[in-house]
Nanobody, 114 residues
Framework: QVQLVESGGGLVQAGGSLRLSCAAS????????MGWYRQAPGKQRELVSS???????DYADSVKGRFTISRDNAKSTVYLQMNMLKPEDTAVYYC????????WGQGTQVTVSS
């Protein structure tokens, strides 16, 4: 059974930092592209950042220079370091694993207060 478990969300003041983690099980993690998405209330889910199995990285324009994605294949975990957080970063953050099939985590809430 495939599981993606996100952690690290919480409440932080604007300008602060959080580090999200997504631990995967039930898949050969190194073979998967991994991504972080977010969904704010009343908005569509959007890509925040992705990292392929070859470590090719992409960021949404809104987070470039502030967020950093990384992966540790030995730990089957992908991370999202979020710095200089803004109130508009408030959302539920989801982890996605993609190869032939796509799997999603349950999400972790990030709330940035002004």
């Amino acid at each position: 059974q495939v599981q993606l478990v996100e952690s690290g969300g919480g409440l932080v003041q604007a300008g602060g930092s959080l580090r999200l983690s997504c631990a995967a099980s039930g898949i050969i993690f190194s073979m998967y592209s991994m991504g972080w998405y977010r969904q704010a209330p009343g908005k569509q889910r959007e890509l925040v950042s992705s990292i392929t199995r070859d470590h090719n990285i992409d960021y949404a324009d809104s987070v470039k220079g502030r967020f950093t994605i990384s992966r540790d294949n030995a730990k089957s975990t992908v991370y999202l370091q979020m710095n200089m957080l803004k109130p508009e970063d408030t959302a539920v953050y989801y982890c996605k694993a993609a190869r032939v099939r796509t799997y999603w985590g349950q999400g972790t809430q990030v709330t940035v207060s002004s």
